[in-house]
């Protein structure tokens, strides 16, 4: 029985690694896509990247950081009550914070482009407790509410 067992369990074993080889040699092995094939591939790329989520505005009273300036784009990390993360934002465009009395919220952002203002500001209960602007390249900003 004993034999029985380690000839079957060797054959899975057998099967299983001609499958993973033929799987590697296909995906070596592959034409590559037609240049027509290209050009759909990278029109599909271009298409999603045109598209932004559409964005819906705060309410007044939101507790956001908010970005303003010129059009463009901004990569920030926001500390809060919730811990530190990084998100990339659209100018103008807001970020969710969850703000808290025993913990300061922070927002460092960076501007993706040479030109142009960035503002970045702290708003609390739609009180702006922290602001402030850039105009340099690529230019970056702190903002803490404490």
């Known amino acids: 029985m004993g034999r029985i067992l380690k000839i079957g369990c060797l054959g899975v074993v057998g099967l299983v690694g001609v499958l993973i080889v033929r799987f590697v040699a296909i995906a ?24 932004e989520p559409a964005q819906k505005p705060e309410p007044s009273h939101a507790d956001v950081v908010k970005l303003t300036g010129t059009a463009g784009k901004a990569s920030c990390s926001v ?23 025993t913990y300061p919220v922070s927002a460092s ?3 993706s482009g040479v030109s142009g203002t960035l503002t970045v500001q702290i708003v609390e209960g739609g ?10 390249e690529y ?8």
């Open 79 to 101: 500390d809060d009550e919730d811990g530190s993360r990084s998100v990339g934002s659209p100018v103008p465009g807001t970020i969710k914070i969850n703000p808290s009395f």
């Open 28 to 51: 070596i092995f592959a034409p590559p896509p037609t240049p027509e094939e290209q050009k759909q591939f990278d029109k599909q790329l271009k298409d999603a990247s045109k598209k």
């Open 109 to 111: 952002c960076q501007k």
């Open 127 to 136: 009180d702006v407790v922290a602001e402030q602007t850039t105009e340099a």
């Open 139 to 146: 230019g970056m900003v702190t903002v803490t509410d404490s």
